[in-house]
C-alpha cells in the first residue's frame, strides 16, 4: 500500500471537488467538455515538462512512495496529477465565481500582463544555469504572454486572485505532503535552495503558471 501513497493522494484531491460538482451551486459537472480540454492540452504540456526534468535531472522520484512502475519514465500517479489537480482548482475557480463578489476584467490593462511576462523572461535568463529555476520562470512568463492575448485583463480580476490563493493554500498542503514523505528528490544544482515547508520556491512558479494556463485554456472553451 505504501507504494501506492502518491497515487492515494491524488485520488484524495480529485475526490472532494468531483463529488460535489453535481451540486446546484456551480453544477461545475456541466464545464467537463472545457475542463478535459485544458487537461488535455496543459496537462500534456508538463507531462512533457516533466519527463524532461527526469531525464536531466532535475528531480527524481522515490520509489518507496511511487512504486516502480513507469509510463514514459514518469510514475502513474504523476500522470494522474495532472488530470486532478486542474480538475481540483478549475472547479475552485467555479465555486469562487459563486460565491464571492466579482470584479470584471478591464481588457484596457492587458499591457501589464505583457509587464510581467518580459519581467519574467530576464529572470529566467537570470537564473539560466539552474534548470528548474529557469523553466519555472520561463513558464510563469508564458502563463503571462499567453494570458495577455487570451484573457487581456485578467490579473485585474478578483475572480483570478481568489482561485489562485485557495488553489495555493491547497497547494502547500498536498504539495508539502508529497516533498515531506518524501516521494520526490530534487537536484539542489537545479534550484535556488530556498525552500517553504521543505517546498522548493520553484513548486511554486511552477504551480501558478500551471493553473494559470489551465484557467486560459479552460475559460476558451467554456
Not at 523553466?135 to 489562485?164: D, E, H, K, Q, R
Not at 535552495?193 to 479552460?218: R, T
Request: with cysteine; proline share 5%; charged share 10%.
Amino acid at each position: 500500500m505504501k507504494k501506492h501513497t502518491y497515487t492515494l493522494i491524488s485520488l484524495g484531491i480529485f475526490a472532494g471537488p468531483f463529488l460535489l460538482s453535481f451540486h446546484p451551486l456551480a453544477f461545475f459537472i456541466q464545464y467537463l467538455p472545457a475542463v478535459f480540454a485544458s487537461v488535455v492540452i496543459v496537462g500534456g504540456l508538463y507531462i512533457v515538462w516533466d519527463m524532461l526534468a527526469v531525464k536531466w535531472g532535475h528531480w527524481r522520484f522515490n520509489n518507496e512512495y511511487v512504486g516502480e512502475v513507469r509510463w514514459f519514465g514518469l510514475p502513474p500517479g504523476e500522470w494522474l496529477f495532472f488530470v486532478v489537480v486542474p480538475y481540483a482548482c478549475l472547479f475552485v475557480y467555479e465555486v469562487s465565481r459563486v460565491l464571492f463578489p466579482v470584479t470584471e476584467d478591464i481588457p484596457s490593462l492587458w499591457w501589464i500582463q505583457l509587464v510581467f511576462g518580459f519581467l519574467f523572461m530576464v529572470l529566467a535568463w537570470v537564473w539560466r544555469k539552474q534548470g528548474y529555476t529557469l523553466l519555472a520562470m520561463g513558464s510563469v512568463a508564458f502563463f503571462w504572454f499567453l494570458s495577455a492575448f487570451f484573457s487581456p485583463g485578467i490579473i485585474t480580476s478578483s475572480t483570478f486572485w481568489i482561485f489562485m490563493g485557495f488553489s495555493m493554500v491547497a497547494f502547500v498542503i498536498f504539495d508539502g505532503l508529497y516533498v515531506n514523505l518524501p516521494t520526490i528528490f530534487y537536484n539542489d544544482r537545479a534550484i535556488w535552495g530556498i525552500k517553504i515547508w521543505h517546498i522548493p520556491l520553484e513548486d511554486f512558479l511552477y504551480n501558478f503558471s500551471l493553473l494559470g494556463l489551465a484557467l486560459v485554456v479552460y475559460l476558451q472553451f467554456r
